[in-house]
């Protein structure tokens, strides 16, 4: 099974920047989709944004304009650059990967926002 490792979580102040990494552990096609999902303690998992082979990229409305998302051009990493964080996007990040019934998750990266 594909192994996926996210980098990059910590504690930063409100209105700071983080860059989460996700590396999959073996090669990936062109056609699955990569992204990152997050939970917060006491809430459902939640789509944050999602990048396809083909980069088309898709965020949470909550994130847009604040975050980006993008992919290597052999398709194995993501980045997810997160600017102007708020103490609400406290929460573990867990990076995704599906390709038509496949799926696997990573193990999750906590980022921390202080107000």
């Known amino acids: 099974q594909l192994q996926l490792e996210e980098s990059g979580g910590g504690l930063v102040q409100a209105g700071g920047s983080l860059k989460l990494t996700c590396s999959a552990s073996?090669?990936?096609?062109?056609?699955?989709?990569m992204g990152w999902y997050r939970q917060a303690p006491g809430k459902q998992r939640e789509l944050v944004a999602t990048?396809?082979?083909?980069?088309?990229?898709n965020y949470a409305d909550s994130v847009k304009g604040r975050f980006t998302i993008s992919r290597t051009t052999n398709w194995r990493t993501i980045f997810l650059q997160m600017n102007s964080l708020k103490p609400e996007d406290t929460a573990v990040y867990y990076c995704?990967?599906?390709?038509?019934?496949?799926?696997?998750w990573g193990l999750g990266t906590q980022v921390t926002v202080s107000s």
């Open positions: 990048v396809t082979g083909h980069r088309t990229k």
């Open positions: 073996d090669s990936v096609s062109s056609l699955s989709v």
């Open positions: 995704y990967y599906k390709r038509l019934t496949v799926e696997s």
